[in-house]
């Protein structure tokens, strides 16, 4: 049978209301009563309920990051590893309630009425002030990573304008004289906090004489559309602005195909330094979201 809270005090010669103080508040009790509990506890492999510590305490110990994507890829996995790392240690488990709209639309309704998070991370997209204004109804912490929205107890995050900008000078600096920003179709529903990166992309380039920028936005087919750029007659761009490193990389491999080489014939920026970034070596910007997921969890706390 399962040990209880009366055969640990049997065991370590103290009341019930000690072991029950001594998990619940350890501040309390002595250091040495607090071992003495311990040694008992792990001798009669007793755990706390959780529930019963939930019910107690008011706090679910879940914390809900909300993703401007049902895709898991890197920039994502990065945040979720760096959360982990300091919430696991306090207690808490970290769920990811949003796959879809109507899914994140339940989440908003039904927060405040179940309280079924004890705080909420808003990664990389913007939420609507009425979504803010829900969360603050459930009385609940809200932490933004590299996002735009505003009503947030605390955020963490990069300036992506000041990042694009980089790129710009850099190249200018190389001799470039002509640009173009490349980035694929995004929800029309979410403010992804990296649609900074295309007004900072053309700010930077207003800002250098006898620099000419475009910037083209496309779906699926943004690899033969850079390819379609490069080949044109009328004064092609010398070099390819891309909004993230995934839509960069497998240029390399198209354009060794077309008989192409980097930076030979043409200049590839990427932004993120994510997954292979290193080794395609491709000129980006980087950003860290694990250093920037350890800071929000901490401030979360």
Not at 191 to 214: K, M, V
Not at 215 to 227: E, H, R, V
Not at 264 to 281: L, N, P, Q, Y
Request: net charge negative.
């Amino acid at each position: 049978m399962k040990a209880s809270i009366g055969d640990v005090a049997l065991k370590a010669g103290v009341s019930n209301a000690t072991v029950s103080r001594t998990f619940a508040h350890p501040e309390q009790v002595s250091e040495a009563t607090r071992l003495k509990v311990q040694a008992a506890a792990d001798a009669l492999n007793f755990s706390v309920s959780r529930s019963a510590g939930i019910l107690k305490s008011g706090r679910t110990y879940r914390i809900a990051l909300l993703v401007g994507s049902g895709v898991i890829e890197w920039f994502t996995a990065e945040i979720i590893a760096g959360l982990n790392d300091v919430l696991r240690d306090a207690g808490y488990d970290l769920v990811i309630p949003i796959e879809g709209s109507e899914a994140r639309d339940a989440f908003f309704e039904e927060l405040p009425v179940r309280s079924n998070a004890d705080a909420v991370f808003v990664s990389s997209f913007g939420i609507s002030p009425d979504e803010v204004k829900r969360l603050g109804t459930a009385k609940i912490p809200i932490i933004g990573i590299n996002t735009t929205s505003e009503g947030f107890d605390a955020t963490v995050g990069i300036n992506d304008k000041e990042g694009i900008k980089l790129i710009v000078r850099h190249l200018a600096k190389l001799g470039h004289r002509n640009l173009l920003y490349l980035y694929e179709s995004f929800s029309s529903t979410l403010g992804f906090s990296s649609f900074n990166r295309i007004s900072g992309f053309q700010e930077a380039c207003d800002a250098i004489d006898g620099l000419t920028a475009r910037t083209l936005q496309k779906g699926d087919s943004i690899l033969d559309a850079a390819i379609s750029e490069i080949m044109a007659q009328d004064n092609p761009p010398t070099a390819l602005c891309f909004h993230q490193d995934s839509q960069a990389i497998p240029l390399f491999f198209r354009l060794q195909r077309s008989g192409l080489s980097v930076p030979g014939d043409i200049s590839v920026t990427g932004f993120d330094d994510s997954t292979f970034a290193k080794e395609a070596e491709l000129t980006t910007v980087r950003q860290r979201p694990y250093d920037m997921a350890v800071d929000a969890a901490q401030k979360a706390l």
